[in-house]
């Protein structure tokens, strides 16, 4: 029995397989927006005016209006890019949002306040993996990891993304 697993193992690595890996191939159509719609807990890829997928998502533990300074607990709302990813983040997967922009910033500045920052769409923090959950995040939208696993995959660095209330 020893024997045959070995041989599949090396099968599968001779052949470039590695169904344990979170880092997923996609060869489709281009994603060329994310769309979030905070009211329904959805996120959208798009291609033009197709959804591509279509996904539940998980907000800030205070969903309701946009993200005023840190600690609010609110996802912001607006029209942001897609600029960084973290393939070793604590939640799985990470795709970072380039959120807060200027008038973020100024928002902030004018209450005497931070506007924050690191907002990211991720997978569930270790401790809930792929359990399901209610709004949670300081801020973030948060999908299961094998959903993230597609999204990292799909989306590059540059997409832009909305987020509606």
């Known amino acids: 029995m020893q024997a045959f697993i070995r041989i599949i193992v090396v099968l599968a690595l001779a052949l470039g397989i590695n169904a344990c ?13 994310v769309v979030i719609l905070k009211s329904t807990r959805r996120m959208y890829l798009m291609h033009g005016e197709e959804a591509l997928k279509v996904y539940e998502v998980d907000l800030g533990f205070a969903p309701d209006g946009h993200k005023e300074f840190e600690g609010d607990g609110r996802t912001p709302e607006g029209s942001y890019l897609i600029d960084r990813r973290n393939p070793r983040s604590d939640f799985h997967l990470s795709l970072g949002i380039n959120y807060p922009n200027e008038a973020d910033i100024e928002n902030a500045r ?23 959950r209610d709004d949670w995040t300081a801020g973030c939208i948060s999908v299961s990891n094998k959903e993230i696993e597609e999204i990292y995959a799909m989306v590059r ?3 832009p993304i909305d987020i509606f209330p």
Do not use: M, W
């Open 21 to 33: 890996s979170k880092f997923k191939r996609y060869d489709g159509p281009e994603v060329t927006r």
């Open 110 to 132: 004018k209450a005497g306040k931070s506007p924050g920052g690191d907002i990211f769409i991720h997978g569930g923090p270790r401790l809930f993996r792929d359990k399901k």
């Open 157 to 159: 660095d540059g997409t």
